[in-house]
Every structure is written in structure tokens, then in C-alpha cells.
């Protein structure tokens, strides 16, 4: 089953903050998660592992509530290079090479 | 900056017929996947391959679906009797010896039409 992203589409203007939810059903061991730009491939933003870490680069940090079975990605004083699709995948356990995505976000920044 | 890389960028081909799609991993590494993405859709995994052999696969991935690795760096994926419902952009990644809890590189896709 397939991660549950919310929300399914957002606009920013320039500068401002937004917050992509992904949920899953099963427990979950890690959650990837990945920025696409239209006609282009993913590109890796960070991994988050089982342990409730926190993590952050530069302006887009992300949390892993593993009790809750969810993520989150925290982008921060946005700018237009963050415009894109934004897909969470969840590996659901420790022996599984299956990353499974989620619908994604689609995140339109505005000047 | 090592890439992953796949040929052809776009294939076009007649419902029927069979396709073979390459790519090549970034050359340390040592877990390869295909993902198909249908056009306005989400990513889905196909199948991963570790060590010469496939590790798992989705219910996507049937008997039509096979992935080979002929040699030190080429990674296949083979469609045998392609459908409509099989165009789609299908994308390689690889990663590295941690497997799937590390970055996984993708290539920038082949975009297959089925006629």
C-alpha cells in the first residue's frame, strides 16, 4: 500500500514556509524523499531512518515519527528553485529493497 | 560527478513488440532498481537486483518484465510484448552497498511509447 501525501497540491509565494505530510498505513523502517521537476528524474533530498530523526539541509528539513508512521518535510523560507513534485517513498522493512512512493506533492512557488 | 545513465531517451515502439532498455549504474555500486512512472503519475518500483539476481519485484513486474545484467555495467530491463498501458517513463537508479536506506541515484529516464 502505497504512503498517503498531503497536501496533494500547494502555492507559495516566494519566501514563505509549507509543510508535506506523508502517512503510511504500515510501519514503517525509512522514508525517502525526493524532488521532481517536470520532464526530469527524482532527485534524492534526504533519508530519514527509524529512530525518530530530524533532519535538515539548508532551507528543507524533515522529521520521522515511526510511532505515527509519519513524515514530514519542512521548507523553509521558500524560494523558486523549490517549485516541483514532491514524493515521499517508505521502505517498510529492514530486509525490503522496495521503496514505495506516494502520489506527491505538487509545490508551485510564485514571486 | 558520477551518473547513472540510460539509452534511449525516448523509444517508440508498436503494441507487441519487444523493447530492451539500458542503463548504466554508477560504477561502485551495487544494488540496481527500474521505476516506471506513467505520465502525471506517481513513481512505482518494478524490481530491484543485488548481486545477479532479482531481491524483489512488484505485482507490475509479470512475466512479460525481465532485467538482466549482461555485463560489469549495463543493467536491462526487457519488455517482451509491450502494451499500450506499458508507455510510461521508466527510470534506473542505483545505490550503493547499504542498499535500499541509501540514496538512491536515478538516471534521467527512457520515455517509451507504445503504439
Known amino acids: 500500500q502505497q504512503p498517503v501525501q498531503s497536501p496533494q497540491a500547494v502555492i507559495l509565494r516566494e519566501g514563505e514556509d509549507a509543510v508535506i505530510n506523508c502517512s503510511s498505513s504500515k510501519a514503517l523502517y525509512s522514508v525517502h524523499w525526493y524532488r521532481q521537476k517536470h520532464g526530469e528524474a527524482p532527485v534524492f533530498l534526504m533519508i530519514?531512518?527509524?529512530?525518530?530523526e530530524q533532519k535538515g539541509h539548508e532551507k528543507i528539513s524533515a522529521s520521522f515519527n515511526e510511532k505515527k508512521q509519519q513524515s514530514s518535510l519542512y521548507l523553509t523560507a521558500s524560494q523558486l528553485s523549490y517549485s516541483g513534485t514532491y514524493f515521499c517513498?517508505?521502505?517498510?522493512?529492514?530486509?525490503?529493497?522496495?521503496?514505495?512512493f506516494g502520489g506527491g506533492t505538487r509545490l508551485m512557488v510564485k514571486p | 560527478e558520477p551518473e547513472v545513465t540510460q539509452t534511449p531517451s525516448h523509444q517508440v515502439t508498436q503494441m507487441g513488440q519487444e523493447v530492451i532498455l539500458r542503463c548504466v549504474p554508477i560504477?561502485?555500486?551495487?544494488?540496481f532498481y527500474w521505476y516506471r512512472q506513467i505520465l502525471g503519475q506517481k513513481v512505482e518500483f518494478l524490481v530491484s537486483?543485488?548481486?545477479?539476481?532479482?531481491?524483489?519485484k512488484s505485482e507490475i513486474f509479470d512475466d512479460q518484465f525481465s532485467v538482466e545484467r549482461p555485463d560489469g555495467s549495463n543493467f536491462t530491463l526487457k519488455i517482451r510484448s509491450t502494451k499500450l498501458e506499458d508507455s510510461a517513463m521508466y527510470f534506473c537508479?542505483?545505490?550503493?552497498?547499504?542498499?535500499?536506506?541509501?540514496?538512491?541515484?536515478f538516471g534521467p529516464g527512457t520515455r517509451l511509447t507504445v503504439l
Open positions: 517513498g517508505t521502505v517498510n522493512n529492514n530486509a525490503g529493497n522496495m521503496l514505495t
Open positions: 537508479a542505483s545505490t550503493s552497498l547499504a542498499g535500499v536506506n541509501n540514496e538512491q541515484f
Open positions: 537486483f543485488y548481486n545477479n539476481e532479482i531481491s524483489e
Open positions: 560504477s561502485n555500486h551495487l544494488y
Open positions: 530519514l531512518l527509524k529512530g525518530g
